[in-house]
């Protein structure tokens, strides 16, 4: 079946940091590759995907690449800011299951 | 504006006492998920629709129905909610399966 593994977190970076996230998946298929963000108390809102290997999605300052290779699809922001603190949830979806598969979620907390 | 809801926010309630959480979209979309969230286990999808009178289950279907008379809601319902039905609640939906899920702002149910 279908599976993501995210990092555990929580991840603590000062303000400016570079922020990886690390995200493998396992999947059938050509799976698109979504990261959502929840910030708290509230649901979870798109932050990028890409469809298709080597494609790169991008929002926010924030990049993954979609790499086939490593079945990866990792987070990274040059630069994180207080306002990026949430929670990260990579997911991928496959035709064949008609769901969004998610990983277990990274908290980041960003510190002046 | 394009959104999710879900009604209630927060809920609170005993063993054997059904439940009804209400999920609208005003997006037009065929495609409507419910998900639920527990720390450590990131969302798992509970049901899904494909378009009105089309339904399956997800993953974690047991002690819980959903329905689709109409393209615009699909509640979910517990008939007998139990503590172990205690969690972060998500409906979703999207243009099509494929397509980018749009999530509402969740419903926090506590059974006691």
């Known amino acids: 079946g279908n599976s993501v593994t995210q990092m555990e977190g929580p991840v603590t970076l000062s303000e400016e940091a570079f922020l990886t996230i690390n995200c493998t998946y396992t999947a059938t298929g050509y799976p698109s590759l979504f990261w959502y963000v929840q910030y708290p108390g509230e649901g979870l809102q798109l932050l990028l995907k890409a469809t298709k290997a080597d494609d790169k999605g991008s929002n926010k300052g924030f990049e993954a690449t979609y790499r086939k290779e490593t079945t990866s699809f990792h987070l990274e922001k040059g630069s994180v800011q207080v306002s990026d603190s949430a929670v990260y949830f990579c997911a991928l979806f496959t035709g064949t299951a008609s769901k969004l598969t998610f990983g277990t979620g990274t908290r980041l907390q960003v510190t002046l | 504006e394009a959104q999710v809801t879900q009604n209630p926010r927060y809920l609170i309630t005993v063993t054997g006492k059904k439940l009804t959480v209400t999920c609208s979209q005003n997006?037009?979309?065929?495609?409507m998920s419910w998900y639920r969230q527990d720390p450590g286990l990131g969302l798992r999808q509970i049901y899904y629709?494909?378009?009105?009178?089309?339904?399956d289950k997800g993953d974690v279907p047991e002690g819980y129905k959903v329905s689709r008379k109409e393209k615009r809601n699909f509640p979910l319902i517990l008939e007998s909610p139990s503590p172990n039905q205690t969690s972060l609640y998500f409906c979703a939906s999207s243009r099509k399966r494929e397509e980018t899920q749009y999530f509402g702002p969740g419903t926090r149910l506590l059974v006691l």
């Open positions: 629709s494909m378009n009105v009178e089309v339904t």
């Open positions: 997006m037009n979309h065929e495609y």
